[in-house]
């Protein structure tokens, strides 16, 4: 998912400021395009939108920095979400960030060496009847215990066909 | 507009901020985060004060509280002073090595035992004035970066900064003399970044670096870039004047 390094070059950023007017307001719209095309924003790709809104670069790593859907390193191939939200937290979301941790050997925030796999909790999916939840992509996983993981990830890995 | 500040009657215009009222009128009210050349930060919260309205009492930070009809202010009832102390104890958890706390301790000290995490050797209480005035110079240098417990004030990429011009309004304007600048042999340092300071004309004085001269120039093609200091501008000024005055013989 790395696209600028895969040799895809800047271009998409380049689509995606084509496609807002040069204000503002579309800044975060923007990041969050790129974060979803991309897997994480690239720092080429914030000095594009720096030049394209004339916005400080600090501005921009505020943002990146602030917002959880937003990420300056890579995220993996099957990113992982786990709620932390209250409820989810009082059903032991903790658990299960342990027990991805103990598996993956990765911590929340950080993605396995082969770019397969990132980990960070959240802190509301706004899904608390389903607590605790887990998002892997754009999958949400129901009242998940930490004995089911191993079998969740190792659905995902006989998916993985590696070019994903 | 009539506003009753501890029982003295001010005079405000409509919209005006209740700090600036209090201020102009020498009535004190304590403040951090506040500079009067940029606009109220209301995060030190240290400004609050009761208003009461239609006889109804609320508490505001007066740095950013508009008056917008007849009121009367308690800057300093009971209420407000118990709430200020806690204030100060949050404050000196956040930041106990500022400089803001010299100044605290002294009005509000000895604090008792503080309840809350103490973080050690911290000087910045993140007020976001530096930010607020690096800002307001369109330098836009940097920011404060995450959040929550991870909140802090950096540039991008917590690398030196390449917006930075090295003004120093930052580190002018910081209650707690948090940001490090350094001056030695004509190069200041901030951010990390070594800044070849300029000379006044007059009296040789180091005045601003080199990139805040090209910086202004940049911004005004036009216009020239005086190299010189407070007084020696204010002593040309009155030169000039002498020198007018004797053409003119009187
Ligand atoms: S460095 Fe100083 S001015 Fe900036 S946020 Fe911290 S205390 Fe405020
Ligand atoms: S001076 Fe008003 S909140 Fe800090």
New binding site residues.
Partial sequence: MDCIKQGEGTTFVREILDRYPKEQRFLLAILQDIQKRCGYLPREALELVREHLDVPLSRLYSMATFYKALSLKPKGRYAIKVCDGTACHIRDSRGLVDALEKLLGIGPGETTEDGRFSLETVNCLGSCALAPVMVINDVYYAKVTPEKIAGILRRLEGEDDGDI | MRVIIDGRECLARRGEYL?DVAKRNGIF??????SDALP?????????VEVVEGGRSKTV????YPVLGDIEVKTNSDKIRRIRRTLVKLIHASSPAGKHMEDLLERYGPLPENRFEVAEGEKCML?GLCVSACEALGTGAISTINRGTAKEVAPPFKEPPEACIGCGACAHVCPGDAIEMKEQGGIRTIWDRNFEMLECTGCGEYIMTRQQQEYIKAKDPEGTVELLCEKCKRKKTVDGFRDAFKNTGF
């Fill in positions: 700090l009210i304590p403040t951090l985060c506040h109220g930060q209301s995060s030190c919260r240290m400004c609050i930070a007066s740095c950013v007020c």
